[in-house]
């Protein structure tokens, strides 16, 4: 049960990451589980895994709370784990356990830039709301405007995407984000949303630009040259 293949994830890793309640109730009662508990890996794997939250609440007392400072192979934190999957109830937990959803992967991207990857809205609201209130309206205007290592910020990611009502919430939640800025291949959200003809999202962009920044549409077009 622990022997790991060339991705170094044992039959246990791949019961808890995606295996069903079921499954993972079954692997819990096996010996070599015990074993497992001795990895940070563990907390990973039932990180990613929307069916394991009952069951991690009930390893907690047993798990190293080290651990709740793992990452993945990708240099994810828990939280950036937990988002992939939408995995609301543990990133809740997760901000108590003081976890920092600022914290980036070896791409450079935060836990909002992995919600915006999977639409992942429901962990980007909890989390965007915990920033506001613990660290204010700064703490927002920086995860909103972090670039990772292709210089996309998270606005880039839902344009091209087409996330309509992931952009919304994220504009809603704090005006001050650079939508002109370009990532590194020289495209604003604007240009992203309208090259993978995603015009809703243009739309949302353009209303944003003119609505809430006061600026020309004449001043969005020029910016596009």
Same mark, same amino acid.
């Given at each position: 049960?622990?022997?790991?293949?060339?991705?170094?994830?044992?039959?246990?890793? !791949?019961?808890?990451? /995606?295996? @069903?309640?079921?499954?993972?109730?079954? +692997?819990?009662?096996?010996?070599?589980?015990?074993?497992?508990?001795?990895?940070?890996?563990?907390?990973?794997?039932?990180?990613?895994?929307?069916?394991?939250?009952?069951?991690?609440?009930?390893?907690?007392? !047993?798990?190293?709370?080290? /651990?709740?400072?793992?990452?993945?192979?990708?240099?994810?934190?828990?939280?950036?784990?937990?988002?992939?999957?939408?995995?609301?109830?543990? +990133?809740?937990?997760?901000?108590?356990?003081?976890?920092?959803?600022?914290?980036? @992967?070896?791409?450079?991207?935060? @836990?909002?830039?992995?919600?915006?990857?999977?639409?992942?809205?429901?962990?980007?609201?909890?989390?965007?709301?915990?920033?506001?209130?613990?660290?204010?309206?700064?703490?927002?205007?920086?995860?909103?405007?972090?670039?990772?290592?292709?210089?996309?910020?998270?606005?880039?990611?839902?344009?091209?995407?087409?996330?309509?009502?992931?952009?919304?919430?994220?504009?809603? +939640?704090?005006?001050?984000?650079?939508?002109?800025?370009?990532?590194?291949?020289?495209?604003?959200?604007?240009?992203?949303?309208?090259?993978?003809?995603?015009?809703?999202?243009?739309?949302?962009?353009?209303?944003?630009?003119?609505?809430?920044?006061?600026?020309?549409?004449? @001043?969005? +077009?020029?910016?596009?040259?």
């Amino acid at each position: 049960m622990i022997v790991e293949n060339e991705s170094e994830m044992s039959s246990i890793d !791949y019961a808890l990451k /995606y295996g @069903s309640l079921c499954i993972i109730n079954t +692997v819990i009662k096996i010996f070599s589980f015990n074993y497992a508990l001795s990895s940070p890996q563990i907390i990973v794997n039932l990180a990613y895994n929307c069916n394991a939250y009952q069951i991690l609440n009930n390893l907690l007392p !047993y798990i190293d709370k080290e /651990y709740f400072h793992s990452c993945d192979s990708e240099g994810n934190n828990l939280i950036s784990v937990s988002c992939i999957s939408n995995n609301r109830k543990f +990133v809740s937990d997760l901000l108590f356990y003081g976890c920092d959803p600022e914290k980036t @992967s070896f791409l450079g991207q935060n @836990s909002i830039h992995i919600c915006a990857q999977y639409d992942s809205i429901g962990c980007s609201s909890l989390i965007l709301d915990y920033l506001h209130e613990v660290r204010g309206q700064e703490g927002l205007k920086r995860i909103l405007n972090h670039q990772d290592s292709n210089w996309n910020l998270l606005i880039h990611i839902a344009a091209k995407k087409g996330l309509s009502g992931f952009l919304v919430n994220l504009l809603s +939640v704090c005006k001050d984000q650079d939508i002109n800025k370009e990532n590194n291949i020289k495209h604003s959200a604007l240009a992203e949303s309208l090259l993978n003809d995603h015009f809703k999202v243009a739309g949302i962009i353009s209303g944003f630009w003119t609505n809430v920044l006061k600026q020309t549409k004449e @001043s969005l +077009v020029n910016s596009l040259e």
